[in-house]
């Protein structure tokens, strides 16, 4: 049946909210493994020696695998205990209003994130940093700077400043915002510094 | 999915922002061995998507045992999820890493390299990386390990996939071997000198030797 409209995350709320209960550890323990084990063998999905997949029917079943997973498990919400469900019509509906193109960045330092395909001559967008591993707050821009300087690095991700001001960047404290806030400036610095003040960060 | 996420969404939305989703399966987790966790995988990129208005997907395949991504078994997942996702959709898929060694170590190189060009023929958009050291030790990760990873992906983008499989295979049968004693590496300071921000002598000789590796491998590197 086709969907009225696409389902955005304020549907998305509605229906957790409205969702069946289920216990989070039926959820990880039964629900996911007993489905994603029932996906395997109706799909026949045994992978060869190949790390990268060359069988083009196995790669298609696992798509309908997938998909047939999302559809008969759905979605949990931890906080509330409830499932999300969704119709695969919905899923392909949604699927639709994804960007095949973004562009990431400003000026000359803009790029270009185009959907691309396995033999594909176009590199993907390298997207350099630590990401989120922990950096001291001494080093933090200097760290950046390695990557924003490298010819071959197209966007930055940040690392995770350790501290801010000396003080612990714990999850959940006024400490945590103050890294964060800390930490753009840190990376915006950097593409300065790096003479790239448009990177995408 | 949680509320806090939920709500970090909608703020997004509502803004109008550029909005990337990121969930790392577990091998060996709940959803079990390999083929279950790639469908599991294929299932969560796909609901980023069409549930939350996600505009790119970031992936990362992570190893129960070792808390790496560079593994055999989560470049197998990474790229069947990606191959799958690559062959019946334009969606933008995004992959990240965590290798095992740490930075100005021949090891992390070639673990960076050989995850970039797993991502790069598995149809990949975008690479992010590296948390060299496994993401967990503090100012262990530097530059050079990005350099790889773009100098790799840039040379395997538009290669026969089984051409890079015969790489990938050689690449982790050099590496996986070291698993129980993998090189520490080097801390930022000790790999740049902090103020003018260039990599030393010894992480550049470290680079040039995994290039010949990498070459020696089949992936012709070229500067």
């Known amino acids: 049946m086709v969907s009225a409209r696409a389902i955005d995350v304020f549907e998305s709320f509605n229906r957790f909210n409205s969702g069946k209960k289920v216990r989070e550890d039926t959820w990880d323990y039964v629900t996911v493994p007993t489905n994603a084990m029932i996906m395997k063998e109706k799909y026949d999905i045994r992978f060869g020696p190949g790390i990268i997949p060359e069988d083009e029917d196995l790669i298609d079943r696992l798509f309908m695998a997938g998909i047939d997973m999302l559809v008969t498990t759905g979605f949990y919400n931890t906080n509330l205990g409830k499932v999300l469900t969704v119709t695969e019509d919905e899923v392909f509906d949604g699927l639709k209003t994804a960007p095949m193109k973004l562009r990431l960045g400003k000026g000359k330092d803009r790029v270009s994130c185009k959907s691309r395909h396995r033999t594909a001559k176009s590199k993907p967008i390298i997207q350099g940093g630590p990401t989120g591993a922990p950096v001291s707050e001494d080093i933090f821009p200097y760290m950046m700077q390695s990557y924003a300087q490298e010819r071959g690095v197209d966007t930055l991700v940040s690392g995770v400043l350790n501290t801010v001001n000396g003080n612990p960047a714990t999850t959940n404290t006024p400490w945590e915002i103050r890294a964060t806030l800390a930490e753009i400036r840190h990376v915006r610095e950097a593409c300065y510094t790096a003479g790239r003040p448009g990177m995408c960060i | ?223």
């Open chain 2, 1 to 223: 999915m949680d509320l806090a996420g939920l709500n970090m969404l909608a703020g997004w939305t509502a803004n109008g922002d550029t909005i990337m989703i990121e969930q790392m399966p577990i091998f060996g987790g709940y959803t079990g061995g390999i083929e279950e966790t790639a469908i599991s995988a294929v299932a969560t990129t796909l609901g980023s998507f069409a549930l939350f208005s996600g505009n790119f997907h970031l992936d990362g395949p992570i190893h129960i045992r070792w808390g790496i991504t560079t593994s055999r078994e989560t470049l197998q997942i990474a790229a069947h999820t990606a191959a799958a996702i690559d062959n019946n959709t334009d969606l933008l898929i995004a992959n990240q890493y965590y290798p095992m060694a740490g930075p100005c170590t021949e090891m992390c190189l070639l673990e960076t390299a050989c995850q970039a060009i797993n991502d790069t023929a598995s149809g990949r958009e975008l690479l992010s990386g590296s948390a060299a050291a496994k993401g967990v030790v503090q100012d262990k990760t530097t530059g050079m390990e990005a350099r790889i990873m773009g100098e790799a992906a840039r040379t395997a983008a538009g290669m026969k996939v089984s051409d890079v499989n015969e790489i990938v295979d050689k690449l982790v049968s050099n590496y996986e071997k070291n698993y129980n004693d993998a090189p520490e590496g080097k801390t930022f300071r000790e790999c740049y000198d902090v103020l003018t921000v260039k990599p030393t002598a010894e992480y550049l000789e470290v680079y040039e030797k995994a290039l010949a590796t990498l070459r020696a491998a089949g992936l012709d590197i070229k500067h």
